[in-house]
């Protein structure tokens, strides 16, 4: 059973970096072929994928968001970060971490979610 949980604070001030941190227990980060992804969804809206780390390492982020989203890994605690940079109140929301599978259609793949964690960007 693969478990997932968010860490980080629940609030940041506007123009500095949230940087919240995923560990995971009951599998590896690097792991073939699973992709480690950061989720949110902001008050009243859907999801929005930011981005990914893959078990190799390599990154893959959102255009909209990859000017300011850096996502890194720390393998001997099965752990991956996401910071984003410059943060404004349309930041706000609850930020998720997922696990994926590697499938013929990305965004399906989907198995297992932490439980997600409020940030509210507010000064």
């Known amino acids: 059973q693969v478990q997932l949980q968010e860490s980080g604070p629940g609030l940041v001030k506007p123009s500095q970096t949230l940087s919240l941190t995923c560990t995971v227990s009951?599998?590896?980060?690097?792991?073939?072929?699973?992709?480690w992804n950061w989720i949110r969804q902001p008050p009243g809206k859907g999801l929005e994928w930011m981005g990914a780390i893959a078990y190799s390492g390599s990154t893959y982020y959102s255009p909209s968001l990859k000017s300011r989203t850096s996502i890194s890994r720390d393998t001997s605690k099965n752990q991956f970060t996401l910071q984003l940079s410059s943060v404004t109140p349309e930041d706000t929301g609850v930020y998720y971490c997922a696990r994926e599978a590697l499938t013929v259609v990305a965004g399906t793949g989907y198995d297992y979610w932490g439980q997600g964690t409020q940030v509210t960007v507010s000064s």
């Open positions: 009951g599998g590896s980060i690097t792991t073939n072929y699973y992709y």
